[in-house]
T-cell receptor, first 116, second 114 residues
Framework: DTAVSQTPKYLVTQMGNDKSIKCEQN?????MYWYKQDSKKFLKIMFSYNNKELIINETVPNRFSPKSPDKAHLNLHINSLELGDSAVYFC???????????????FGQGTRLTVV | DQQVKQNSPSLSVQEGRISILNCDYT??????FLWYKKYPAEGPTFLISISSIKDKNEDGRFTVFLNKSAKHLSLHIVPSQPGDSAVYFCAAWGTTSGTYKYIFGTGTRLKVLA
């Protein structure tokens, strides 16, 4: 039973299209994240939600819009895809936030997005 | 600005020997550190962590050491096994600009030779 699952695992799409990546966690965690791993393999945070509230938005273009319908789900919608959006996107969740942060994050298997 | 740094992109070790992976950080306010292991086409999986109030944490073959004064931590794997071959990410939990998050290093690819 997968703890953090994201779909799809692979996504190939043309420039200018709009696409969504879905993420669900069954761990009962309060906090969810989106991370981007670029071509240099650097894992960089994009967004963080705590109990459906946006906590972190790390200078991500407006074309990226996260949506959290409930605390178990955090979806990522990307408008007008560009070549530079090609990367692996990881969803994660954790129980911690602020001073309750001494806990680990659990990651999904990643979505490899290729924009052609 | 890279706040968590892993200066060795790769490391090769013979099976049975010790693997030592290093990590440096710049923000003295970071108070919790983690190591993750990542296989190709999979997400990072948690390996071991350490709180800033400790200088060592051990879990089986894995030990993490923290030197707060040097802002340095290391992961020791003894003995190394071929199945340990993966990319290892160091991460810090802390706040920058008032928001808490996990901040990752760029990873070290470990190859354990049989």
């Amino acid at each position: 039973d997968t703890a953090v699952s994201q779909t799809p695992k692979y996504l190939v799409t043309q420039m200018g299209n709009d696409k969504s990546i879905k993420c669900e966690q069954n761990l009962g965690h309060d906090t969810m994240y989106w991370y981007k791993q670029d071509s240099k393999k650097f894992l960089k945070i994009m967004f963080s939600y705590n109990n459906k509230e946006l906590i972190i938005n790390e200078t991500v273009p407006n074309r990226f819009s996260p949506k959290s319908p409930d605390k178990a789900h955090l979806n990522l919608h990307i408008n007008s895809l560009e070549l530079g959006d090609s990367a692996v996107y990881f969803c994660a969740s954790s129980q911690g936030y602020r001073d309750r942060g001494e806990t680990e994050a659990f990651f999904g298997q990643g979505t490899r997005l290729t924009v052609v | 600005d890279q706040q968590v740094k892993q200066n060795s992109p790769s490391l090769s070790v013979q099976e049975g020997r010790i693997s030592i992976l290093n990590c440096d950080y710049t923000n003295s306010m970071f108070d919790y550190f983690l190591w993750y292991k990542k296989y190709p086409a999979e997400g990072p999986t948690f390996l071991i962590s350490i709180s800033s109030i400790k200088d060592k944490n051990e879990d089986g073959r894995f030990t993490v050491f923290l030197n707060k004064s040097a802002k340095h931590l290391s992961l020791h794997i003894v003995p190394s096994q071929p199945g340990d071959s993966a990319v290892y990410f160091c991460a810090a939990w802390g706040t920058t600009s008032g928001t808490y998050k996990y901040i990752f290093g760029t990873g070290t690819r470990l190859k354990v030779l049989a």
